[in-house]
């Protein structure tokens, strides 16, 4: 009897001990399965910060001012230097049917910028609209106007030739004048502008909206500005890195000093009132009434309408804005006469 008390006992003391390891172990799972979890979460927790202009997200702060840098696009000006590193371009006639740059810079600085080329009046204006440092080598009458009166913040090459601005011997005036980014802070600086808040912000959709992007095909376009094609621009969508590329003059658009791509994720075309308004060829171009436009993103593209709030050129759909993609922008304004249908050409090659 004593025998079999023993043995059991014994049996019952091995159970118990099983009992109590197991019951060691399974907080160190329940621990290791939260990890897992905490880790999934952290991994989709989103950017504190995001960028203006371009919606991508970061984990610093994003606050500075913007500047607008007019760009030369003239065949003897390109390849371009900093345009890689704009958040948006702005492309639009100036004389004759040589279309120019506003290249608008506030989440990545170039080292150095342009040929920087002369302003107009509705370029101002949209620098205004984003409260950017205007930043121009040059004038029209009006534009000159504006400026003096300081209508915006600003430099020019026309006093700061040699100092601020520099020319290059490799190209001959007017397409030599470059700025770098360290002396459009220090011509900032010299002015006494502020160069803190940050521009107003556009509306961008998410990373997961902008795979189930709808509409017509879009993979390739062409927008005409003139007969002798010196000015037209093509853009190619890349379905490998999901982006625009572009061409001009039959030649891809990348940047002279370090050879990289100008990528893009938004196409915004629109179509607006063009006026020559004197002998010189000066022209007068309507930014505010809206009209007709095409948004091509992700090698797709709707029609759109065109809108100013408050100064922002925005796509519009029933009532509603569209939002961006996130990454970089280009803008291009074409007249309304000869419009848009007769201006681009989808899916050209």
Known sequence: MKKWTVTL???????SGCSAKETVKQPDQKEKVVDKVEEKVDEKKENPYFFPLTGIGSETKTDGRAIAVMVNNDPKARPQSGLHKADIVYELLAEGDVTRFMAVFQSEKPDNIGPVRSSRAYYIELAKGLDAFYVAHGYSEEARKMLERNYVDNINGMVYDGTLFKRSSSRKAPHNSYITYENVLKGAAEKKYSMEKSPPSFTFMSEEESKNITGSDAKSVMISYSRNALSNAVYEYDDTLGKYKRFSGGEQTIDLDSKEQILLDNIFIIETGHQVVDKLGHKKIDL???????????????????ANKNGKIVPMKDGKEVPFVQGRTWVNV?????????????NVK
């Open 9 to 15: 006992a014994a049996f019952l003391l091995l159970l």
């Open 288 to 306: 505010e009434s809206g009209g007709k436009g095409y948004l091509l993103q992700m090698g797709k593209y709707n029609e759109v309408e065109w």
């Open 334 to 346: 074409v007249p309304t006469d000869p419009g848009l249908q007769t201006s681009v050409s989808f």
